[in-house]
């Protein structure tokens, strides 16, 4: 791996795991307690990853109260904002403004990522000025921003086919050159769940999808 030099960090988007509250689109086949265990295992798994990086500091910018999944070497910062778009321009306004350096932010529903990846990322981020990761459902799974500005997501519309191509199409209209990285799935439907646990067979995420599947 690959070490990174220039000051950077690595921001986490994610949810505290509570039954009900995420991975709804799980249920069923899983239950609302099963599938708050495997968001747990994903953000476990990507912490976990996250920490690895050789990064000037690692943050979480949560919704909820941190928990004993949280490693000690994190920042944390509350979310802000109502909708998807205005907690990303928050994650990445909060973080900046703390370290005024490149940002890549991540989501938790990726757990096959590897610590070469966000590095990769960040590196991109010295020669361009945003790094961009697609994902198979037509949104994203990073962003990537030397020098984070809100009118670069407000508006986006989130959770959506278009997620994506739109966010990608504001980025170039700013005039900001975009290196991109491999398109991945994150986790959102059941069909996920196992394709991703597949791709990532000896994290935590599969070994909880491990647990369940004997019930399914």
Request: charged share 20%.
């Amino acid at each position: 791996m690959t070490g990174e030099t220039a000051a950077s960090q690595v921001v986490v988007l994610a949810k505290e795991p509570v039954p009900g509250r995420v991975k709804t689109r799980l249920t069923p086949p899983f239950t609302p307690r099963e599938a708050a265990a495997l968001a747990a295992a994903a953000l476990q798994d990507t912490l976990r990853t996250v920490a690895r990086v050789p990064a000037t500091r690692h943050v979480i910018a949560l919704d909820g109260t941190p928990g004993p999944w949280l490693p000690e070497s994190f920042t944390v910062l509350p979310q802000r904002g109502d909708g998807l778009d205005e907690r990303l321009a928050a994650a990445f306004d909060d973080a900046h403004r703390l370290l005024p350096a490149p940002v890549v932010l991540i989501g938790m529903d990726t757990p096959q990522i590897t610590p070469d990846l966000l590095v990769t990322a960040l590196c991109l981020l010295g020669p361009h000025d945003a790094v961009f990761g697609p994902a198979t459902d037509g949104g994203f799974w990073l962003l990537g921003l030397r020098a984070p500005d809100p009118a670069l997501l407000l508006g986006v519309p989130m959770s959506e086919r278009t997620t994506g191509e739109e966010q990608l199409r504001r980025l170039e209209d700013a005039g900001l050159s975009v290196a991109s990285m491999p398109c991945l799935t994150d986790v959102d439907t059941a069909e996920d769940v196992f394709a991703v646990a597949a791709l990532a067979p000896h994290s935590l995420f599969a070994a909880k999808l491990n647990e369940f599947t004997a019930t399914l």
